[in-house]
């Protein structure tokens, strides 16, 4: 059975051009790229060109780029760089729909004593900007906004919103982990400070990322070690996967017109056709300002897991907005920001799709679905009772 991959979100297949540089870095060329001799010396060189490549991919200098492990670490590094330089301000502002690389860390961050405002969404995962303005103080020392969702693929206006950070002198950083490779990204023109993104959702591999640091920002490093990265993050370089990353982003800049016509077409006409066929089903988020290859669609009055369950029978990947917590379903935290009724949020599933999905791909799910729900709403309590009853018109 193939597998039809529409979970890229989670996780994409490092793509072969990308392992193809990667695999000499982990033979032959092992030097260590801060070693004075020229073996080591020769990695080096190859960092400086990723650097450079990842640079070119932001619109940004490449001494603005530093390697990390990954996005959880480069979120880490903000927030926590922003609290050190401004050890007066004890204020974090931070949206309800942020991946838990922000939001349990502002949590921890909240019982150390800081004060968190989670911003609300509306009920389409759209920021509340007047709340956000309302919100700043002279003592929020960052504002931490997701660029894009990765349940949902909604976008945050966050070039605005860094605007208006720096009206009031406070910094802003963006986790855009979802965005990067999917959307243009120009650094040189707006006023964000600080920004993530993780290698293995651009077709590089995991374990590898970038914090993206302003020129002249306030910055207190967060691994602590050696000269590596100019002293701002400690510990020897992953060069084959720093190697392997900047291949990525050469090729997601190629790739940008392919994800945002190609791909965009195949998730428009995969949720179109869905919502046409199967009744009781409606599409998450704004989708307006939203991510070319994502989509989030509810399928009422059955479980996301069971429906993940089925679409593995089929070797069909995508990924569910509830999660099993404690022997009891939860709607994700992200889809109760918004407000997404009870029975809509449980039979919830994101598809995330990426350049190597084809048509042939997308057909074949959009076959395969509505016998799936049919065959779970005739197991559901609920679609016997409530559903049925608003299906049939009487
Ligand atoms: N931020 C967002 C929006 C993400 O989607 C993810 C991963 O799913 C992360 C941060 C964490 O990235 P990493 O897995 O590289 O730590």
């Known amino acids: 059975m193939t597998t039809i991959y529409l979970d890229n979100n989670a996780t994409t297949k490092v793509s072969a051009e990308v392992l193809a540089v990667m695999l000499p870095y982990f033979g032959n060329f092992y030097g260590n790229p801060s070693s004075m001799h020229t073996f080591g010396g020769q990695v080096g060189i190859k960092i400086r060109e990723a650097r450079e490549k990842v640079a070119a991919l932001l619109g940004a200098s490449p001494d603005e780029i530093i390697f990390t492990s990954c996005g959880t670490e480069s979120d880490n590094t903000a927030i926590r760089s922003a609290l050190a330089s401004y050890p007066d301000r ?56 997701m660029w894009a969702n990765n349940e949902t693929g909604v976008i945050f206006p ?3 919103a860094a605007e208006i950070a720096h009206e009031r002198g406070i910094l802003f950083h963006t986790d855009a982990v979802q965005a990067v490779g999917k959307i243009p990204i120009n650094m040189e023109k707006n006023a964000i400070d600080m920004l993530s993104l993780s290698g293995h959702k651009l077709h590089a591999p995991k374990g590898i990322g970038v914090f993206y640091l302003r020129r002249g920002t306030r910055f207190s490093p967060f691994m602590i070690g050696g000269h590596q990265e100019r002293e701002r993050r400690g510990g020897t370089e992953n060069t084959p996967s720093i190697i392997g990353l900047g291949k990525a982003c050469e090729l997601a800049a190629r790739y940008m017109e392919d994800e945002n016509t190609r791909v ?15 009744p009781h089903s409606r599409v998450n988020g704004d989708r307006v300002n939203r991510l ?19 679409l593995d029978r089929y070797g069909i ?7 099993c917590t404690s022997g009891s379903l939860q709607p994700s935290h992200v889809l109760r920001a918004m407000g997404v009724p009870f029975t809509m949020a449980h039979g919830s599933i994101r598809y995330s799709l990426s350049i190597e999905n084809t048509e042939e791909e997308i057909d074949l799910v959009i076959e395969t679905m509505p016998e799936i729900i049919e065959r779970l709403r005739a197991m559901s309590p609920y679609w016997q009772t409530e559903g049925q009853a608003c299906a049939t018109p009487s």
Do not use: W
């Open 90 to 145: 004890k204020h974090i502002v931070t949206s309800r729909v942020e991946h838990p690389a922000v939001r349990s860390l502002c949590a921890h961050l909240a019982k150390e004593g800081y004060r968190v405002t989670e911003l609300p969404v509306d009920n389409e995962g759209r920021l509340n900007m007047d709340a956000y303005e309302k919100s700043l103080t002279p003592d929020t020392a960052i504002v931490s906004l």
């Open 158 to 160: 966050v070039e605005r």
């Open 317 to 323: 990947c995508a990924s569910s907005g509830s999660a």
């Open 264 to 278: 965009r077409q195949l998730r428009d006409k995969l949720e179109n056709e869905l919502l046409a066929r199967i």
């Open 292 to 310: 070319p290859n994502t989509t989030n669609i509810s399928f009422e009055f059955v479980e996301g897991e069971g429906i993940l369950l089925m």
